[in-house]
């Protein structure tokens, strides 16, 4: 079952629709006002640089998701509804695992997802690609999806990007190939999920 990018009481349990509030309102009190140490590959560079349609980039307040254990990725289900801009999935598909997890302390603001060069990298949701290129610090060939929504992904150390700027992508579209450009040890697919710019742990909110 999908879970959704949106507020609504109506598609999502009473418990995790105050959960998931509150981490809005983390982000939105905070963005902007915490300290925080940034990563090797979130550089001043990196913080400063906007492209159209987007405009710059920051790390966001602290938001605190429940640490999870698992780590293995189940089957992305694409279902019928790859339209949607509300609907996540995982950007792989079965037989990759988390090989590090999101964390504010490190920090490192997303998933790292093995595999091997030239894997195949799906659209997590549907969107519009707002960003392609390499100019970002540590990232390497990187890909932004906007949902329209405030969410973001990031697809990053790509070895091939296969979607361009201004394209409109489906949920489970190829949109790029896994690699090791930028600052990484060794192949694998950096992922990030962002709500207005603030890092949130994907797994909160994949299937």
């Not at 949106?6 to 902007?32: E, H, I, M, Q, W």
């Not at 990563?39 to 605190?64: C, E, K, M, W």
């Not at 801009?85 to 997802?113: C, Y």
């Not at 659209?123 to 707002?130: C, F, K, M, P």
Request: charged fraction near 20%; include cysteine; charge should be positive.
């Amino acid at each position: 079952m999908m879970k959704f990018l949106s507020k609504s009481k109506n598609r999502d349990p009473l418990t995790k629709s105050v959960r998931r509030r509150c981490l809005f309102l983390c982000a939105l009190l905070l963005s902007g006002c915490a300290s925080m140490k940034a990563p090797p590959y979130q550089s001043a560079s990196y913080r400063a640089t906007s492209f159209r349609g987007y405009g710059a980039l920051s790390p966001g307040g602290p938001i605190h998701p429940k640490q999870r254990t698992e780590t293995a990725l189940p089957t992305s289900d694409l279902g019928s509804n790859s339209d949607s801009p509300h609907e996540i999935a995982w950007p792989l598909g079965r037989g990759h695992m988390v090989s590090q997890k999101f964390s504010l302390s490190k920090p490192h603001f997303g998933i790292d997802i093995t595999g091997s060069h030239s894997t195949p990298i799906m659209a997590a949701h549907a969107g519009t690609v707002v960003y392609t290129g390499n100019a970002f610090s540590g990232y390497g060939r990187l890909i932004i999806v906007d949902n329209g929504y405030g969410w973001s992904t990031f697809y990053a150390h790509l070895s091939k990007v296969k979607a361009s700027q201004g394209q409109r992508v489906r949920r489970g579209e190829i949109i790029g190939t896994m690699g090791k450009t930028g600052n990484a040890e060794g192949v694998h697919l950096h992922f990030e999920l962002r709500y207005k710019k603030a890092p949130i742990d994907p797994v909160e909110y994949l299937p």
